[in-house]
């Protein structure tokens, strides 16, 4: 969801640099960037172990927490260019799609608003023990459209979230936002999209082809 069909990890590294700031630590973009995608229980986890003892989760998560739903309701969480066009195509054709994020299901709602209803199914971090980069998410998400894992398609823009889909046995294609392709990116991805108008495009001429053969 986030970076992928939200554009929010602008303004969501803002608020944990900021939250981090009040607690007395310094997040850096580097080390951020080593966040994406990763469940809260899991980047929480990372920071406490940089920070060490003095890093208090519980406060840290309060201003966090806060600080995102000012953004969202500013209006600091828009669209993607392409997640409506893409979620549209997939809609006319018929094909189950199924959102899985490290996000929680409120932060969904949040975010998505009426858009979260073009999904089939929605798994999120609430749905399993282990967040991102391990397979949990993914492989409960496939459960959840009654396929195997291998039969989807995952679309990522971060490091977490593409381990995640490959450890479940899932194809995948990227469209990077904050985090670039780095050659571990490169090699465990089918290929890589500046957008998701160009995954649109893609998929919808390699499904037009496979309809003409059948026919």
Same mark, same amino acid.
């Given at each position: 969801?986030?970076?992928?069909?939200?554009?929010?990890?602008?303004?969501?590294?803002?608020?944990?640099?900021?939250?981090?700031?009040?607690?007395?630590?310094?997040?850096?973009?580097?080390?951020?960037?080593? +966040?994406?995608?990763?469940? &809260?229980?899991?980047?929480?986890?990372?920071?406490?172990?940089?920070?060490?003892?003095?890093?208090?989760?519980?406060?840290?998560?309060?201003?966090?927490?806060?600080?995102?739903?000012?953004?969202?309701?500013?209006?600091?969480?828009?669209?993607?260019?392409?997640?409506?066009?893409?979620?549209?195509?997939?809609?006319?054709?018929?094909?189950?799609?199924?959102?899985?994020?490290?996000?929680?299901?409120?932060?969904?709602? &949040?975010?998505?608003?009426?858009?979260?209803?073009?999904?089939?199914?929605?798994?999120?971090?609430?749905?399993?023990?282990?967040?991102?980069?391990?397979?949990?998410?993914?492989?409960?998400?496939?459960?959840?459209?009654?396929? &195997?894992?291998?039969?989807?398609?995952?679309?990522?823009?971060?490091?977490?979230?593409?381990?995640?889909?490959?450890?479940?046995?899932?194809?995948?294609?990227?469209?990077?936002? +904050?985090?670039?392709?780095?050659?571990?990116?490169?090699?465990?991805?089918?290929?890589?999209?500046?957008?998701?108008?160009?995954?649109?495009?893609?998929?919808?001429?390699?499904?037009?082809?496979?309809?003409?053969?059948?026919?």
């Amino acid at each position: 969801m986030d970076g992928l069909l939200v554009d929010s990890e602008r303004t969501t590294r803002q608020v944990w640099q900021s939250s981090t700031a009040a607690c007395g630590f310094v997040l850096s973009d580097d080390v951020y960037l080593t +966040l994406i995608g990763l469940g &809260e229980e899991e980047a929480e986890a990372v920071l406490a172990s940089r920070f060490g003892d003095r890093f208090v989760v519980p406060a840290f998560r309060e201003q966090r927490v806060a600080g995102m739903r000012e953004v969202i309701a500013a209006g600091g969480a828009p669209f993607k260019p392409g997640a409506r066009e893409i979620l549209d195509w997939v809609g006319t054709l018929g094909i189950p799609v199924g959102l899985a994020t490290s996000s929680r299901l409120e932060e969904v709602h &949040e975010r998505l608003g009426p858009v979260a209803n073009a999904f089939t199914t929605i798994t999120t971090r609430d749905n399993v023990r282990r967040g991102k980069p391990s397979p949990d998410i993914y492989v409960a998400a496939a459960a959840s459209l009654g396929v &195997e894992p291998a039969e989807c398609l995952a679309l990522e823009d971060s490091l977490a979230g593409i381990r995640s889909a490959t450890a479940a046995g899932m194809p995948v294609m990227m469209v990077p936002d +904050l985090a670039q392709p780095t050659p571990e990116m490169t090699a465990l991805v089918v290929a890589v999209f500046a957008t998701l108008i160009d995954v649109r495009d893609a998929l919808s001429a390699a499904w037009a082809g496979e309809t003409t053969e059948e026919r």
